[in-house]
């Protein structure tokens, strides 16, 4: 059965709002993890938006499950990550304009610069994740720079606005999903997933972990965090 990651960023975002101390980031993560999550996602952005160094560090200090940092592949990020040590990394691309992430990351051409970023992690016995777009050659690259894992990007299937696009974005993520395992790579995924689509892909195999948190989060306002994790673990479970 697959995974379910929470990310917790936007527990951050409210917190950010106001400039003070609430909501916490590290009780979310408790409670979501005592609520059947199989790990907890932040994402430590360069502009510091949400997620704040304090937190990273004293989720490190208490996350039972699993730990996964998003981050930008930079000197300053890869030197906070060996300090506090996750137990996974996942490289993303940032933009400081955006809203959300955008896309996944184009491993094809910075190859060489992922693949020193990659192996000083590695070297720092952290695993190594990419967040790449359902792109066979985005795939292969990823394997050549010898990533641990791929978090395969499900935005443009999140967004479909009818059916033929929706099944064709499905069909990009299987073979995706597909190649990935076929070349010995671990396969996540993530971004725009929420209640009504997720069991779309889940069912789809061969997925281990879903990296969710807007939705579950914007759920969680109305009917609480643990009821909100819950929920997507069973979808995931029974899909």
């Not at 951050?12 to 907890?40: H, M, N």
């Not at 996750?86 to 610069?113: A, F, H, I, Y």
């Not at 641990?148 to 499905?170: C, K, N, Q």
Request: proline fraction near 3%.
């Amino acid at each position: 059965m697959a995974k379910l990651g929470v990310n917790i960023d936007h527990v951050a975002t409210i917190r950010q709002a106001r400039g003070g101390s609430e909501p916490d980031p590290v009780a979310a993560a408790v409670i979501a993890e005592c609520a059947g999550a199989d790990g907890i996602t932040i994402h430590l952005r360069e502009d510091r938006r949400h997620i704040q160094d304090r937190d990273l560090k004293l989720l490190r200090q208490t996350v039972n499950t699993k730990l996964n940092l998003e981050m930008a592949a930079t000197d300053e990020m890869v030197g906070i990550a060996l300090s506090v040590k996750p137990d996974m990394c996942t490289l993303v691309p940032e933009k400081r304009q955006e809203l959300t992430t955008e896309g996944g990351l184009d491993v094809r051409l910075n190859s060489q610069g992922l693949g020193e970023k990659i192996e000083q992690l590695q070297d720092g016995g952290i695993i190594v994740s990419l967040f790449i777009d359902p792109d066979p050659d985005q795939v292969k690259a990823a394997s050549k720079v010898r990533a641990d894992y791929i978090e395969v990007h499900t935005g443009r299937f999140a967004e479909a606005g009818d059916w033929p696009t929706e099944r064709a974005e499905l069909e990009r993520i299987e073979n995706a999903v597909k190649l990935g395992r076929k070349l010995g790579l671990g396969v996540n995924a993530g971004h725009g997933l929420n209640y009504a689509n997720i069991k779309k892909v889940a069912a789809l195999g061969g997925i281990e972990e879903f990296n969710i948190g807007h939705s579950i989060i914007s759920r969680a306002v109305l009917v609480g965090l643990d009821r909100a994790v819950r929920d997507m673990v069973d979808l995931i479970k029974y899909a």
